[in-house]
Nanobody, 121 residues
Framework: QVQLVESGGGLVQPGGSLRLSCAAS????????MGWYRQPPGKERELVAA???????NYADSVKGRFTISRDNAKNTVYLQMNSLKPEDTAVYYC???????????????WGQGTQVTVSS
């Protein structure tokens, strides 16, 4: 019942910036973790950044200092501000939501459809 809708991907030159957005709808718990993962061509999906509903954050070492994750709890929306983009940032970026839903004791994992970010001249 959870849907994640992403926007903001595209083609950008090295050194440029992009801002990704992901809006969650459906049965969203007030306690959750939202984040961004990415999958570069030919590689496994990896965590980029995550943020809890209490605004605790984690970043991959490769993006720390360049990317900033934030969220609007009232809108159930997470953002990823990406600055100083490098060609190695090229990947499909996926929005993620982790939460307990209803009476479930299992932490459910939800994913967006992915949005392409290409950093190239």
């Amino acid at each position: 019942q959870v849907q994640l809708v992403e926007s903001g991907g595209g083609l950008v030159q090295p050194g440029g910036s992009l801002r990704l957005s992901c809006a969650a709808s459906g049965r969203i718990s007030s306690i959750n973790t939202m984040g961004w993962y990415r999958q570069p061509p030919g590689k496994e999906r990896e965590l980029v950044a995550a943020i809890t509903s209490s605004s605790s954050t984690n970043y991959a070492d490769s993006v720390k200092g360049r990317f900033t994750i934030s969220r609007d709890n009232a809108k159930n929306t997470v953002y990823l501000q990406m600055n100083s983009l490098k060609p190695e940032d090229t990947a499909v970026y996926y929005c993620n939501l982790k939460q307990f839903t209803g009476s479930s004791s299992i932490r459910f994992n939800y994913w967006g459809q992915g949005t392409q970010v290409t950093v190239s001249s």
